[in-house]
Nanobody, 122 residues
Framework: QVQLVESGGGLVQAGDSLRLSCAAD????????MGWFRQAPGKEREFVAA????????TYADSVKGRFTISRDNAKNTGYLQMSSLKPEDTAVYYC???????????????WGQGTQVTVSS
């Protein structure tokens, strides 16, 4: 079983960049697909991006494609979400998640971090 801890959230202005990290402990990190989701107040948790275990194949939501980059460093048991050209509508709690197979739904992931707040001011 893997435990996930996100960090790197904060308050930024529109157009700024921010990098989120997801540190994994327990289990074999390289055997898990890693995903990022976000949840804004009053909204459902939505898929942001996911990356495969070893090939690094990435999938993105249309809303972040071209602005966000997901990556991972299996040697450091850490995943990342590089966010650029941030918009106020990107404001949400961001969660990292892990599971054995890549999916686009929150139901596809068994392991979750506690979340980190990202706030983008206009």
């Amino acid at each position: 079983q893997v435990q996930l801890v996100e960090s790197g959230g904060g308050l930024v202005q529109a157009g700024d960049s921010l990098r989120l990290s997801c540190a994994a402990d327990g289990g074999t990190f390289s055997s898990y697909v890693m995903g990022w989701f976000r949840q804004a107040p009053g909204k459902e948790r939505e898929f942001v991006a996911a990356i495969s275990q070893s090939t690094g194949t990435a999938t993105y939501a249309d809303s972040v494609k071209g602005r966000f980059t997901i990556s991972r460093d299996n040697a450091k048991n850490t995943g990342y979400l590089q966010m650029s050209s941030l918009k106020p509508e990107d404001t949400a709690v961001y969660y990292c998640a892990a599971d054995q197979r890549l999916g686009l739904s929150r139901r596809d992931y068994a392991y979750w971090g506690q979340g980190t707040q990202v706030t983008v001011s206009s």
